[in-house]
């Protein structure tokens, strides 16, 4: 009896997912690939589903990592449309939904995150909503339009995202956020309140510091959010975007450490060395912090799918990355690398005024940990290197507008 | 079909032909080509899918954008012919093109 040819399976066919297949193969990955994932479409990529898709500028080709094709092309096996269900690590073998049974030589988990949920009174009524896929955008753009008003509860970058979309689309939109700032969590106080004046200047309502107390509806549907003090925004529609929980059930129930996400090393294994974990739903190492954290971006689920690929293969690690982050919110191209962990100062470089600027956050030996470029490629470039090397800056020499990016970061 | 060469830094060369319209980094990451990652899926915000054009073909791929320009003068080992290659569309025109690959993307 011959033994089956060894077999990498990888649960999850998002950004993470689909790339790890393909670095597997770039990499020389000879064996079996088997790449899972429970929605129906092959593995496409989300940041558009709150800008270009969401305005109809996107197609279904161009959102798609990669053409059917190429998983034809590259001996990839596609199982949609179902999930790892269950992980028997003894006998190294998943089960799915579907009720089929694969047998690994390794298995790759890239189950991501899903929206984090709120208990309201009204959150099930029709037009309550939330992004994370294809479905959820499609929802949400017929939802948007003329005479549309669209309630974002959560200021992060998806509300702020969709919020200047819904604009685009010729749609109301208010952002309700808890703190006392838009993007509290992820930003600093500058891009928050520069930010927040941008979105005001373009028609959106900018609401900081509020509670919402319940989602009141008529016939079933949304019609307003009512907030603690209450006041009653009306709405047709609402989107909650307060953050993104890592789907961490799977490995749990395996066995997996788990803390905050599925832990991994540098080279994304788990705890079972026959089984590595990438991307959004990973606890991992930020060596320039001297910590571990979770980033949700296409960056980091890249960057741990070719950690899994390389250290599968045999090959040496990857080069390590600055974590970076973007976004587009009307003509605004933001680009922040690096986290701001313990900063100490935040050094502004340009002007917003004319045309672009960027946030330099420094720690008390003015070592760069973090930058956020409004507008401003050259800085983020710069800024890139200079949090790569935790180079130290003096804020004035940041300050100078005489001053060349390039010579600072030289 | 157009077809562009791309040349790894290990000298490795793969033969691609690239569908009218599509940009040369989306030609690359269709088909397994290693060394272009776009990252950010074409928005010339990542800097990930840098190029070297060869000189015979300057002239016809045309010069970078601001934003193009401004990221690439960061870009690690820029060149005169550097490009980032989602901003450059596979035409008829480009049909024979040859880029090369740096050693690294950061």
Same mark, same amino acid.
């Given at each position: 009896?011959?033994?089956?040819?060894?077999?990498?399976?990888?649960?999850?066919?998002?950004?993470?997912?689909?790339?790890?297949?393909?670095? /597997?193969?770039?990499?020389?990955?000879?064996?079996?690939?088997?790449?899972?994932?429970?929605?129906?479409? +092959?593995?496409?990529?989300?940041?558009?589903?709150?800008?270009?898709?969401?305005?109809?500028?996107?197609?279904?080709?161009?959102?798609? +990592?990669?053409?059917?094709?190429?998983?034809?092309?590259?001996?990839?096996?596609?199982?949609?449309?179902?999930?790892?269900?269950?992980?028997?690590?003894?006998?190294?073998?998943?089960?799915?939904?579907?009720?089929?049974? /694969?047998?690994?030589?390794?298995?790759?988990?890239?189950?991501?995150?899903?929206?984090?949920?709120?208990?309201?009174?009204?959150?099930?009524?029709?037009?309550? +909503?939330?992004?994370?896929?294809?479905?959820?955008?499609?929802?949400?753009?017929?939802?948007?339009?003329?005479?549309?008003?669209?309630?974002?509860?959560?200021?992060?970058?998806?509300?702020?995202?969709?919020?200047?979309?819904?604009?685009?689309?010729?749609?109301?939109?208010?952002?309700?956020?808890?703190?006392?700032?838009?993007?509290?969590?992820?930003?600093?106080?500058?891009?928050?309140?520069?930010?927040?004046?941008?979105?005001?200047?373009?028609?959106?309502?900018?609401?900081?510091?509020?509670?919402?107390?319940?989602?009141?509806?008529?016939?079933?549907?949304?019609?307003?959010?009512?907030?603690?003090?209450?006041?009653?925004?009306?709405?047709?529609?609402?989107?909650?975007?307060?953050?993104?929980?890592?789907?961490?059930?799977?490995?749990?129930?395996?066995?997996?450490?788990?803390?905050?996400?599925?832990?991994?090393?540098?080279?994304?294994?788990?705890?079972?060395?026959?089984?590595?974990?990438?991307?959004?739903?990973?606890?991992?190492?930020?060596?320039?912090?001297?910590?571990?954290?979770?980033?949700?971006?296409?960056?980091?689920?890249?960057?741990?799918?070719?950690?899994?690929?390389?250290?599968?293969?045999?090959?040496?690690?990857? @080069?390590?990355?600055?974590?970076?982050?973007?976004?587009?919110?009307?003509?605004?191209?933001? @680009?922040?690398?690096?986290?701001?962990?313990?900063?100490?100062?935040?050094?502004?470089?340009?002007?917003?005024?004319?045309?672009?600027?960027?946030?330099?956050?420094?720690?008390?030996? @003015?070592?760069?940990?973090?930058?956020?470029?409004?507008?401003?490629?050259?800085?983020?470039?710069?800024?890139?290197?200079?949090?790569?090397?935790?180079?130290?800056?003096?804020?004035?020499?940041?300050?100078?507008?005489?001053?060349?990016?390039?010579?600072?970061?030289? | 079909?157009?077809?562009?060469?791309?040349?790894?830094?290990?000298?490795?060369?793969?033969?691609?032909?690239?569908?009218?319209?599509?940009?040369?980094?989306?030609?690359?990451?269709?088909?397994?080509?290693?060394?272009?990652?776009?990252?950010?899926?074409?928005?010339?915000?990542?800097?990930?899918?840098?190029?070297?054009?060869?000189?015979?073909?300057?002239?016809?791929?045309?010069?970078?954008?601001?934003?193009?320009?401004?990221?690439?003068?960061?870009?690690?080992?820029?060149?005169?012919?550097?490009?980032?290659?989602?901003?450059?569309?596979?035409?008829?025109?480009?049909?024979?093109?040859?880029?090369?690959?740096?050693?690294?993307?950061?």
């Amino acid at each position: 009896m011959s033994e089956d040819p060894p077999c990498i399976v990888i649960a999850g066919a998002g950004h993470a997912g689909g790339s790890a297949a393909a670095f /597997l193969r770039q990499y020389g990955w000879k064996g079996a690939i088997a790449l899972v994932g429970e929605e129906a479409h +092959l593995p496409y990529q989300r940041p558009p589903l709150s800008k270009a898709w969401l305005k109809g500028e996107a197609s279904a080709e161009s959102l798609a +990592l990669r053409p059917a094709r190429f998983y034809a092309q590259q001996r990839i096996d596609l199982h949609l449309g179902t999930r790892v269900a269950g992980i028997d690590r003894a006998a190294r073998r998943v089960s799915l939904s579907d009720g089929i049974e /694969l047998g690994y030589h390794r298995l790759i988990l890239a189950l991501g995150a899903r929206p984090r949920s709120l208990a309201l009174p009204g959150a099930d009524l029709a037009g309550v +909503l939330a992004l994370r896929g294809t479905v959820d955008a499609d929802a949400l753009q017929a939802a948007l339009g003329p005479g549309r008003r669209l309630a974002v509860i959560g200021g992060g970058y998806i509300g702020l995202e969709v919020a200047a979309s819904a604009r685009a689309l010729g749609a109301g939109a208010v952002v309700l956020e808890r703190e006392a700032r838009v993007l509290a969590r992820v930003a600093g106080t500058a891009l928050s309140r520069f930010l927040e004046a941008q979105h005001r200047a373009r028609g959106v309502e900018v609401l900081t510091g509020v509670e919402v107390a319940a989602i009141e509806g008529e016939a079933g549907a949304a019609r307003a959010v009512r907030l603690q003090d209450g006041r009653r925004i009306p709405c047709d529609t609402v989107l909650i975007g307060v953050g993104a929980v890592p789907s961490t059930e799977l490995a749990a129930a395996a066995g997996l450490d788990c803390a905050g996400g599925i832990v991994v090393d540098l080279a994304a294994r788990t705890s079972d060395p026959a089984i590595h974990a990438i991307g959004d739903c990973t606890q991992r190492p930020l060596p320039l912090y001297g910590r571990s954290g979770r980033l949700e971006s296409v960056p980091n689920a890249i960057e741990q799918a070719k950690q899994a690929a390389a250290d599968i293969c045999g090959r040496p690690p990857p @080069q390590p990355e600055v974590p970076w982050f973007w976004s587009d919110q009307f003509e605004l191209r933001l @680009q922040m690398a690096g986290l701001a962990f313990d900063a100490h100062e935040a050094v502004i470089r340009g002007d917003a005024e004319a045309g672009g600027f960027t946030v330099f956050h420094l720690d008390r030996e @003015q070592r760069v940990l973090a930058i956020e470029a409004v507008n401003a490629p050259a800085d983020f470039m710069a800024g890139r290197v200079l949090v790569a090397k935790q180079a130290r800056v003096a804020p004035d020499i940041l300050r100078d507008p005489a001053r060349s990016i390039r010579d600072v970061a030289a | 079909m157009p077809q562009v060469t791309y040349i790894e830094h290990d000298g490795t060369e793969h033969l691609i032909d690239v569908e009218d319209g599509l940009s040369v980094m989306r030609g690359a990451v269709d088909n397994n080509v290693p060394g272009i990652d776009g990252d950010c899926g074409g928005e010339c915000a990542c800097a990930t899918c840098h190029v070297f054009v060869d000189e015979a073909w300057l002239a016809r791929t045309g010069t970078p954008g601001e934003q193009e320009a401004s990221m690439l003068s960061f870009a690690a080992t820029a060149q005169p012919n550097s490009r980032l290659s989602c901003q450059i569309t596979v035409t008829p025109a480009l049909d024979g093109l040859v880029v090369r690959m740096p050693e690294a993307q950061h």
